[in-house]
C-alpha cells in the first residue's frame, strides 16, 4: 500500500483523480455503502468503512504498509477520530514518510480584512476552528513524537464541480449578501488536490501551508461574475445585516481577513491552475456547470 487516505471525500476524491496513478495502491476511508460500491467499481482506490462507531479490520495492515498519509476527516467534540483510533498504528508504521492533514483558515479568526500568513497566531472564533487548532496541534505531537514529516494544508472556502455559485445561480438558492468591506478567500478543488501532491513530492521538512487563491474578494462579486457568465441578471443585494441566514451561515461573515499563499509557492513550487474566482468559475462554466438554469 503505497498511500492511505482517511476520507474519501471531494478533495481527496479530486486528488486520486489528478495523482492517484503516482501512488497505486490506494486505499482510503468511506461511511457509506454507497460510495463505497461506486469507488469499487471504479478501481482507483480501495475502499474501506471507518467511523467513531466502527473501525474496518483491514485498517491497521493498510497502514502498516503506507508510504504516504492523506488526513481529510474533521474533528468533532471528541478529539480528532482518526487519532483516537489509530494514534498507535500511524506512529509505529514502518514505511511511513509523509502525513499530510488537512485544515482550514479558519483557525486564524477574524483580522478586520488585513493580510495574513503562516506567521500570524492563530485565534481561531468558531467552535469548529477551535476544534480544527486543537486536531492540528494533536498531529504535530504524533509527528513530533515519532519522527514524522507533517505537512498541515489550511484550506480556504472550496468550491468546484457541483459546489459553486453557478450551481446556486442555476438553482435559485444564490444571495447577493453585502457587507461592507467584507471578502473571502477560496479555493479551487483542484488546486487543493495539486497542494497535496507538491507535500507528498517535497523532500523539505513538514511545514503549516495556506492553499487560497490570489484574490480575496467579496461574496457579491462573485455571484455577479458567474450570473454574467451565464448571461443572467445576478439576484438583487441584500444587507448582509438583515438577511436572514442560519447561525452557521452568519458566523462565516464574522471573519474577515486576506490569506497570503506566498509560503506553498515559494517553498513547494505551487502555482494554482485557478489564482482567482475568475478562471476558475470560466472553467467550470465551460464544462457545464450552471447551465440547466431553465433559460
Not at 29 to 46: E, W
Amino acid at each position: 500500500m503505497t498511500a492511505f487516505i482517511f476520507g474519501l471525500g471531494q478533495s481527496s476524491l479530486e486528488f486520486v483523480r489528478l495523482h492517484g496513478a503516482a501512488y497505486m495502491p490506494l486505499a482510503g476511508t468511506v461511511r457509506s455503502p454507497g460510495k463505497a460500491t461506486r469507488l469499487s467499481a471504479d478501481g482507483q482506490v480501495a475502499p474501506m468503512f471507518f467511523s467513531e462507531s466502527h473501525c474496518d479490520a483491514a485498517i491497521p495492515p493498510a497502514l502498516a504498509q503506507a508510504r504516504y498519509l492523506l488526513v481529510s476527516i474533521p474533528p468533532g467534540e471528541q478529539g480528532d477520530p482518526v487519532l483516537n483510533a489509530f494514534a498507535r498504528e500511524i506512529a509505529a508504521a514502518p514505511r511511513l514518510e509523509r502525513i499530510v492533514y488537512l485544515s482550514t483558515i479558519g483557525v486564524y479568526g477574524d483580522h478586520g480584512g488585513a493580510w495574513i500568513d503562516e506567521t500570524t497566531p492563530a485565534r481561531p472564533v468558531a467552535e469548529r476552528s477551535r476544534l480544527r487548532l486543537q486536531a492540528e496541534n494533536a498531529w504535530q505531537d504524533l509527528a513530533g513524537e515519532s519522527g514524522r514529516a507533517l505537512d498541515i494544508l489550511r484550506l480556504a472556502g472550496i468550491y468546484g464541480p457541483g459546489h459553486n455559485p453557478l450551481v446556486a445561480l442555476a438553482s435559485g438558492t444564490a444571495k447577493r449578501l453585502v457587507k461592507p468591506g467584507q471578502v473571502f478567500n477560496r479555493i479551487h478543488v483542484t488546486d487543493i488536490a495539486h497542494a497535496i501532491e507538491a507535500c507528498f513530492s517535497s523532500g523539505r521538512p513538514g511545514a503549516i501551508y495556506n492553499v487560497t487563491d490570489d484574490e480575496p474578494a467579496p461574496p457579491q462579486d462573485v455571484v455577479t461574475f458567474a450570473a454574467e457568465l451565464m448571461g443572467i441578471a445576478p439576484p438583487p443585494e441584500q444587507d448582509f445585516a438583515s438577511a436572514r441566514l442560519s447561525p452557521m451561515a452568519r458566523s462565516f461573515y464574522g471573519e474577515n481577513k486576506r490569506v497570503s499563499n506566498a509560503r506553498i509557492k515559494n517553498e513547494l513550487g505551487f502555482t494554482p491552475a485557478y489564482p482567482t474566482y475568475r478562471e476558475g468559475l470560466r472553467g467550470l462554466f465551460a464544462a457545464g456547470e450552471g447551465r440547466n438554469s431553465g433559460r
